[in-house]
């Protein structure tokens, strides 16, 4: 699709998904909000106080913002979203930056995590917090028909001095946390 415009159709199943195992609450800063499918399901959550919606382009409910020009002046308790796939790893560095007193939530494809090429932005990122594995492959476009090809997670970030070991956990499983967490 033009201008990577795979909206998160399938948020109702992934919010929650991740929400079980990490708890969003707060308010919220989505950057990347295309038409607000991730919004809609954080303002359902009865812990989340407010959603800022920002995007490339604008949208009803959604402020004209660039990621490359946040700057992480909103005081959010929480960044979550699902990022375009091309400068993805630039643009999460931009927020992990901007926003370093915030948890972050970031829907990628589950092969995101392996390359050796991550290793500041994930393997010794002492505030990378673990991942979310979805069990079921996400739709992206409407309507469509047949199974998805890629297999995605959510991976999460806390905030600064972060001191808890990574989480793993699954969409439908039990949060799994490594030495000395829970098992």
Known sequence: I???????????????????????????HE?????????IELEKLSNVTSVFCSDIQAAPGVIQMPIEA????LDVD?????LPFAGQDDLMAHLLRVYPNARHAYLVRANYL?????????????RFAGSIVISKRPRWIEGSAG?????????????????????????????????????
């Open 114 to 126: 392996a390359p050796a090429k991550r290793d500041g932005i994930i393997h010794s990122n002492p």
């Open 2 to 28: 033009e201008g990577e415009r795979y909206y998160t159709i399938e948020a109702d199943r992934l919010i929650p998904a991740a929400h079980r195992h990490v708890g969003f609450s707060g308010k919220i």
């Open 147 to 183: 199974s998805p090809a890629v297999d995605y997670c959510w991976i999460v970030y806390d905030r600064e001095g972060r001191t808890a070991p990574p989480l793993l956990a699954f969409e439908n499983g039990p949060t799994v946390q490594f030495f000395g967490g829970n098992v």
């Open 78 to 82: 929480w960044v979550v979203t699902n």
């Open 70 to 73: 946040i700057a992480g002046d």
């Open 31 to 39: 950057p990347a909000a295309g038409h607000r499918h991730i919004a």
